[in-house]
């Protein structure tokens, strides 16, 4: 898909010519960068003819790291070209470019969403939060696992397993759910830093909010093995 999108761009950047200024407007999303990068980007994009407007939003679950959003391939144009290596330059070199075609949304008519992410940003992403995690404390949970399609398993000491699905839309606060048995759980993530081998690595650690007799109330850290 990355790929695909790559060679439309590139084919696109003989169909305008260059002018000195331009008309789409960019919306940059500060949601999961630091407040020098957020202004950092916003004063080159401006400088280059960009109308630059600061957004703060969850990050959609397509997006997993960095990404430009556009509403149509037909805006996939060399704004969105001059956009991307403006950003390439500044350091997010990890850049996806995504197609947002139904549903309310900002990217239309040649408006461009930028989602970017700081290198020492802890803000966690639904990607960020699809891990295995171990149980610090309790001797009955071994793992909780929870998959990209949202789905959550857990596996208990005495080989036991319980599934469901899991939801992260209200960021810090992790849900489990399932029907039967009724599962309808809390955790809060965070991101700590700890030393493993002598050296400094960040993970996620997830604190129980509820109390159930179907699931313990164990603090959960992201395992590292994997």
């Known amino acids: 898909m990355v790929r695909i999108l790559s060679y439309i761009i590139a084919m696109t950047t003989v169909i305008l010519s260059i002018s000195g200024c331009t008309s789409s407007k960019v919306y940059l999303n500060s949601y999961a960068l630091e407040t020098n990068d957020k202004n950092r980007v916003a004063k080159v994009l401006e400088s280059k003819g960009f109308n630059v407007e600061v957004i703060n939003l969850e990050f959609p679950r397509s997006v997993e790291s960095s990404a430009i959003i556009v509403g149509s391939n037909a805006w996939l144009n060399e704004d969105v070209i001059e956009v991307r290596d403006t950003l390439?330059?500044?350091?997010?070199?990890?850049?996806?470019?995504?197609?947002?075609?139904?549903?309310?949304?900002?990217?239309?008519?040649?408006?461009?969403?930028?989602?970017?992410?700081?290198?020492?940003?802890?803000?966690?992403?639904?990607?960020?939060l699809a891990e295995s995690y171990k149980s610090l404390e309790c001797n009955t949970f071994r793992e909780l696992i929870l998959t990209e399609n949202y789905r959550f398993s857990v596996v208990k000491d005495d080989g036991s397993v319980l599934n469901g699905v899991w939801s992260a839309t209200n960021y810090p606060f992790l849900h489990l759910e399932n029907d039967e048995p009724y599962v309808d759980f809390f955790y809060q993530?965070?991101?700590?830093?700890?030393?493993?081998?002598?050296?400094?690595?960040?993970?996620?650690?997830?604190?129980?909010?509820?109390?159930?007799?179907?699931?313990?109330?164990?603090?959960?850290?992201?395992?590292?093995?994997?």
């Open 88 to 128: 390439v330059k500044l350091g997010f070199s990890s850049l996806d470019v995504q197609l947002i075609t139904s549903g309310n949304h900002w990217y239309r008519g040649g408006n461009i969403g930028v989602y970017l992410r700081s290198k020492n940003s802890d803000v966690v992403t639904d990607a960020d």
């Open 189 to 226: 993530a965070e991101v700590i830093a700890k030393i493993e081998a002598g050296k400094e690595i960040k993970v996620i650690r997830l604190k129980p909010l509820t109390t159930t007799a179907t699931l313990e109330s164990c603090i959960l850290e992201q395992n590292t093995w994997s």
